[in-house]
């Protein structure tokens, strides 16, 4: 009898362990996946080396490898704004920061999220996430309008538009780096690189989120390669002697490569030569001198922040979610040519060598014209070289691998893509207000399936301190304040905007151009002329 006993006693026993590994299985397969959304500052469309760089960016290039690329996908042209529209899914003057984090008197350009636009971690906070950030915030300078007062449960990073990467305490004048950590503030201390701490945070933020048993949503906003360019040794002297070539033989070389990583294709027709760029062979030794060291700082850069993309792949592996995360890539905006083209604001005055603390140096136009290749113009506009930006998504077992898609994406797509991914049905209200419903497409249908393009039902439209565009299909208008006439560009045979058909196409420039003005009206658009009276 008690031999009966035990072996029913084992027999229960095997079966409980069966049971609970078989439901620990099934919560795992069903887990709602991690999300990561990584941003890099001011960074070029080819500036990768899966966009036809010569950096070494060999820890993306492994996610573009595993994962798949966009040929299309726009951003906002500019800092905040694209940030507003990133972080809430909206239109950045829906959000309310139409001009920039400056509060200027009207409800769509009042600086800050609106309470009506609800930010990624406050939705996915109500999915069951955990919701973590590290780097730029720019969406809101007051201390209220802060991440953790948007549905962040932890944030380290800096409030405005920039920031040294060294601690600069010694160089002259230059002002402190002024951080904050969930509310509190501190600064960078002597011997740290910010591309570094940021990271560091971030890996910290995962390691304390492990314990939860949650899923993550994690926004990583990279500084780099935004001004000023400060880099580290080891990470400079990987590129010395690389830009000797000069701008000019690196575009070409840019595009060729990708041409044959099929980028862009053979035929492609490649933006016209910038005439405000200066010739590389035209220029003296010294001049020379001084434009390489700004590449190689710039560079260092960028690879620095591949270096921590490859220390977060390590994290996720050590925690084993690797099988289990949603990661996305992409830029804020295009290179920046002229000191932000129609703006007369310069940088502050070097106290130091290009990419030491006291640097304050910036790529400049001409080599942003490397950056963006093979676009037209830069950060601030709205051609295609100020609003196009690398995008990468990968999901392991989900996302296919190699994939090269046109996608013609947008981001306020990332919004409702994320929410389907998390499996949350976005609110029509929220803590007791309405909330603005959102203008974007989920990307899974062409991340996951066969589809190449974004299926939209209406354009994509921009307006930025008075320039403008809509895409719709192959169709792009296009205008550049002070100059209210609309360009009419044919995309799928010029992408480097190169013959303006508003002549030939009226129709298509009328059906368009009332578009925008529709558009305008319903997100608040205030005409630039009247921004510009507030602003003085």
Same mark, same amino acid.
């Given at each position: 009898?008690?031999?009966?006993?035990?072996?029913?006693?084992?027999a229960f026993s095997s079966m409980a362990m069966i049971a609970l590994l078989y439901a620990n299985?099934?919560?795992?397969?069903?887990?709602?996946?991690?999300?990561?959304?990584?941003?890099?500052?001011?960074?070029?469309?080819?500036?990768?080396?899966?966009?036809?760089?010569?950096?070494?960016?060999?820890?993306?290039?492994?996610? /573009?490898?595993?994962?798949?690329?966009?040929?299309?996908?726009?951003?906002?042209?500019?800092?905040?704004?694209?940030?507003?529209?990133? $972080?809430?899914?909206? =239109?950045?003057?829906?959000?309310?920061?139409?001009?920039?984090?400056?509060?200027?008197?009207?409800?769509? =350009?009042?600086?800050?999220?609106?309470?009506?636009?609800?930010?990624?971690?406050?939705?996915?906070?109500?999915?069951?996430?955990?919701? $973590?950030?590290?780097?730029?915030?720019?969406?809101?300078?007051?201390?209220?309008?802060?991440?953790?007062?948007?549905?962040?449960?932890?944030?380290?990073?800096?409030?405005?538009?920039?920031?040294?990467?060294?601690?600069?305490? &010694?160089?002259?004048?230059?002002?402190?780096?002024?951080?904050?950590?969930?509310?509190?503030?501190?600064?960078?201390?002597?011997?740290?690189?910010?591309?570094?701490?940021?990271?560091?945070? /971030?890996?910290?933020?995962?390691?304390?989120?492990?314990?939860?048993?949650?899923?993550?949503?994690?926004?990583?906003?990279?500084?780099?390669?935004?001004?000023?360019?400060?880099?580290?040794?080891?990470?400079?002297?990987?590129?010395?002697?690389?830009?000797?070539?000069?701008?000019?033989?690196?575009?070409?070389?840019?595009?060729?490569?990708?041409?044959?990583?099929?980028?862009?294709?053979?035929?492609?027709?490649?933006?016209?030569?910038?005439?405000?760029? /200066?010739?590389?062979?035209?220029?003296? =030794?010294?001049?020379?001198?001084l434009w390489k060291a700004k590449m190689e700082v710039y560079a260092a850069m960028v690879d620095?922040?591949?270096?921590?993309?490859?220390?977060?792949?390590?994290?996720?592996?050590?925690? %084993?979610?690797?099988?289990?995360? #949603?990661?996305?890539?992409?830029?804020?905006?295009?290179?920046?040519?002229?000191?932000?083209?129609?703006?007369?604001?310069?940088?502050?005055?070097?106290?130091?060598?290009?990419?030491?603390?006291?640097?304050?140096?910036?790529?400049?136009?001409?080599?942003?014209?490397?950056?963006?290749?093979?676009?037209?113009?830069?950060?601030?506009?709205?051609?295609?070289?100020?609003?196009?930006?690398?995008?990468?998504?990968?999901?392991?077992?989900?996302?296919?691998?190699?994939?090269?898609?046109?996608?013609?994406?947008?981001?306020?797509?990332?919004?409702?893509?994320?929410?389907?991914?998390?499996?949350?049905?976005?609110?029509?209200?929220?803590?007791?207000?309405?909330?603005?419903? #959102?203008?974007?497409?989920?990307?899974?249908?062409?991340?996951?399936?066969?589809?190449?393009?974004?299926?939209?039902?209406?354009?994509?439209?921009?307006?930025?301190?008075?320039?403008? /565009?809509?895409?719709?299909?192959?169709? %792009?208008?296009?205008?550049?304040?002070?100059?209210?006439?609309?360009?009419?560009?044919?995309?799928? &045979?010029?992408?480097?905007?190169?013959?303006?058909?508003?002549?030939?196409?009226?129709?298509?420039?009328?059906?368009?151009?009332?578009?925008?003005?529709?558009?305008?009206?319903?997100?608040?658009?205030?005409? =630039?002329?009247?921004?510009?009276? %507030?602003?003085?």
């Open positions: 009898m008690k031999n009966k006993f035990l072996s029913l006693k084992r299985a099934n919560a795992q397969q069903h887990r709602k996946p991690n999300i990561v959304l990584i941003m890099v500052d001011d960074m070029g469309y080819s500036d990768l080396g899966c966009y036809g760089s010569e950096i070494q960016t060999p820890n993306l290039d492994r996610l /573009a490898a595993e994962g798949t690329r966009f040929k299309e996908f726009y951003n906002n042209s500019i800092c905040a704004p694209t940030r507003a529209s990133l $972080l809430t899914g909206q =239109y950045q003057h829906k959000a309310g920061v139409g001009y920039f984090d400056v509060d200027l008197g009207l409800p769509a =350009y009042q600086g800050y999220l609106n309470k009506e636009s609800l930010t990624l971690a406050e939705v996915l906070k109500e999915a069951g996430y955990s919701t $973590l950030m590290a780097g730029k915030w720019h969406v809101g300078k007051d201390s209220l309008a802060w991440p953790n007062q948007r549905g962040f449960d932890h944030f380290y990073g800096f409030p405005n538009a920039l920031s040294n990467y060294f601690d600069i305490g &010694k160089y002259g004048k230059a002002p402190a780096v002024e951080l904050v950590r969930d509310n509190k503030k501190l600064q960078l201390q002597p011997g740290e690189y910010l591309t570094n701490t940021i990271t560091d945070n /971030a890996l910290g933020f995962l390691d304390e989120q492990h314990k939860l048993n949650k899923p993550f949503f994690l926004y990583l906003a990279f500084n780099a390669p935004h001004w000023p360019l400060q880099a580290l040794p080891e990470d400079i002297k990987k590129y010395e002697g690389l830009y000797d070539a000069g701008w000019d033989s690196l575009r070409t070389a840019r595009i060729k490569k990708q041409m044959k990583l099929g980028i862009i294709p053979g035929n492609a027709q490649i933006a016209l030569r910038d005439d405000s760029v /200066a010739v590389w062979k035209n220029l003296s =030794y010294d001049e020379k001198k620095r922040v591949d270096q921590n993309v490859g220390r977060l792949l390590a994290k996720l592996k050590e925690l %084993k979610a690797e099988e289990n995360t #949603l990661i996305v890539f992409l830029s804020d905006n295009g290179a920046q040519g002229g000191f932000t083209k129609n703006s007369n604001r310069k940088p502050p005055r070097n106290t130091g060598p290009i990419g030491t603390p006291g640097s304050y140096g910036y790529q400049e136009q001409n080599w942003a014209y490397l950056s963006n290749t093979p676009l037209r113009d830069y950060k601030n506009t709205m051609h295609e070289g100020g609003i196009s930006t690398p995008f990468i998504a990968w999901y392991p077992g989900k996302i296919p691998a190699g994939e090269i898609k046109q996608g013609t994406g947008h981001i306020i797509d990332l919004a409702p893509t994320f929410y389907a991914l998390a499996g949350y049905k976005y609110p029509a209200k929220y803590k007791g207000h309405s909330v603005n419903p #959102l203008p974007g497409k989920n990307l899974l249908p062409v991340l996951e399936g066969s589809g190449k393009v974004v299926d939209r039902g209406e354009p994509l439209f921009w307006e930025r301190a008075g320039n403008r /565009a809509v895409r719709s299909g192959k169709w %792009k208008i296009v205008s550049t304040f002070p100059i209210y006439r609309w360009e009419l560009f044919d995309l799928e &045979k010029d992408k480097g905007e190169t013959t303006d058909l508003a002549g030939r196409f009226p129709n298509v420039v009328d059906q368009l151009s009332a578009q925008y003005f529709e558009w305008a009206e319903r997100t608040g658009v205030v005409d =630039y002329d009247k921004i510009r009276r %507030k602003r003085k």
